[in-house]
């Protein structure tokens, strides 16, 4: 567990630094490098919602009662502090305590929401159709998910909603990219399918939200024009 966490957070710091990301795009093999990166993140934050599940389950259930441990606290005899061993007096004045951050629903949806823009990022990388097949086993349980853990929240900010709405939509469009260069969609359901992604988006006063839309459309563009030319050639 501790290998993985350790793994999780180089890659998540991988990922969170877009002049990595930018230099591995403008390299020639960038898609030869980036895309093991990205799928080995995408597991490795699978796992980690395993593990934070695990965890919050055993914090919704209280710990048992011990009664043996209250019998004894009772019926000990208990010594005067002048007759007790200077190694017992110094064992008794060092005490350690584990402070353990609870699990919440919002770390839930903090983990799911990393776990789909490596997706995107690797979406946007893909070079093996075969690879698809992996990434809608991943999201087919982890949108659902995602939206029982949101309806868990007492009162959710508008800024995590949007967080949460851009950060689907996004992966939306990459992956109808990917399965549009994949051969699997035809034009007209990727145009259908990225207008889709953030129609009810309200994107007016959100400069990222734009920024992605608009990088969509740029995709969009691109492979239209690269899978057309591929089309033409003799």
């Known amino acids: 567990v501790a290998l993985a966490v350790a793994k999780l957070r180089s890659n998540e710091a991988i990922l969170k630094k877009p002049s990595i990301a930018e230099a591995l795009d403008d390299a020639n093999h960038a898609a030869h490098e980036l895309v093991p990166l990205l799928e080995e993140a995408a597991e490795l934050f699978n796992q980690c919602l395993t593990i934070q599940e695990k965890s919050f389950e055993q914090f919704q259930t209280p710990p048992p009662i011990d009664e043996d441990m209250d019998d004894d606290a009772e019926g000990g005899v208990s010594i005067p502090a002048s007759e007790q061993a200077p190694s017992t007096q110094q064992q008794e ?108 988006l309200d994107l007016a006063q959100d400069p990222k939200g734009l920024s992605d839309k608009a990088e969509a459309m740029l995709n969009f563009q691109s492979s239209l024009r690269v899978m057309t030319t591929e089309v033409n050639l003799p």
């Open 93 to 200: 004045s060092e005490q350690w305590a584990q402070i353990v951050e609870p699990i919440t629903y919002d770390s839930l949806v903090d983990t799911i929401l990393a776990q789909l823009e490596s997706l995107t990022l690797l979406c946007s990388k893909l070079t093996d159709p075969k690879s698809l097949s992996t990434i809608d086993k991943h999201t087919s349980d982890l949108l659902p998910k995602l939206d029982a853990y949101l309806q868990q929240f007492d009162k959710a900010t508008s800024e995590r909603m949007a967080e949460v709405a851009l950060t689907g939509a996004n992966f939306q469009a990459s992956f109808a990219d990917a399965k549009f260069r994949a051969g699997e969609i035809d034009f007209t359901k990727y145009e259908r399918l990225v207008y889709d992604a953030y129609r009810n």
